[in-house]
């Protein structure tokens, strides 16, 4: 089944301890990206993927790093996670090409204490 | 990214079409108009997009109005599962969206 896996998909941690959460697809996508959902804000873009090597910000990156070494796989890395980063994250691919809608995973429920 | 406008929430009955309109007026010639939905806290799930023509798939059908200004996504038979927030988006790129607050349907038995 075609799909974007992200893990865990809770979370709770303690403020400063680094933590990952890791989104692999299956269909081969070009691009991916992550994003956060906060009530009242909407789905806002944190990073974003092109293919392998290649990211660039989105709109709220501050306190956030990704990797693409692979192109299955976009892990999202919170160096020194702070309350503030409590949120939902989706992670979601797509084809490289503007007639194709993005597949997001499942969503990870992040609690920062 | 031109700004959309939707109503925040809206009722329809089941196995009735639901028609979720938008108005974006400031859209610029090479912006689309997108639709994504929500249904309670799962990942948002791409519906259908446009420039300009009309379109239509298995799941919906796009009218875009001739000046472009709003769009109206058509469910022909809304079913309860139909349920969920759906997103207008409008943006000259399908990767960077910027999601607004969308439209709250309820679909009722």
């Known amino acids: 089944e075609a799909q974007v896996t992200q893990n865990p998909r809770y979370l709770i941690t303690v403020t400063g301890k680094k933590l990952t959460v890791t989104c692999s697809q299956n269909?081969?996508?070009?691009?991916m990206s992550w994003y956060r959902q906060d009530p009242g804000l909407g789905l806002r873009q944190i990073y974003y993927?092109?293919?392998?090597?290649?990211?660039d910000k989105g709109d709220v990156p501050e306190g956030y790093k990704v990797s693409r070494k692979e192109k299955r796989n976009f892990p999202l890395i919170l160096e020194s996670p702070s309350p503030n980063q409590t949120s939902l994250y989706f992670c979601?691919?797509?084809?490289?090409?503007?007639?194709?809608?993005?597949?997001f995973g499942s969503g990870t429920r992040l609690t920062v204490v | 990214d031109a700004k959309t406008t939707q109503p925040p929430s809206m009722d329809c009955a089941e196995g009735r079409a639901a028609n979720l309109p938008c108005n974006h007026s400031?859209?610029?010639?090479?912006?689309?108009v997108y639709w994504y939905r929500q249904i309670h806290s799962q990942g948002p799930q791409y519906i259908i997009h446009?420039?300009?023509n009309n379109e239509t798939n298995e799941m919906a059908s796009l009218i875009i109005t001739e000046d472009r200004k709003s769009s109206t996504l058509i469910l022909p038979h809304a079913t309860l599962r139909d349920t969920a927030v759906y997103y207008c988006?409008?943006?000259?790129?399908?990767?960077?969206?910027?999601f607004g607050s969308g439209t709250q349907l309820t679909v009722l038995p």
């Open positions: 979601a691919s797509s084809r490289d090409n503007q007639n194709y809608g993005y597949t």
């Open positions: 988006i409008v943006s000259s790129s399908a990767r960077q969206l910027t």
């Open positions: 269909m081969n996508h070009e691009y």
């Open positions: 446009g420039l300009k």
């Open positions: 993927s092109m293919n392998v090597e290649v990211t």
């Open positions: 400031t859209i610029s010639g090479n912006e689309y």
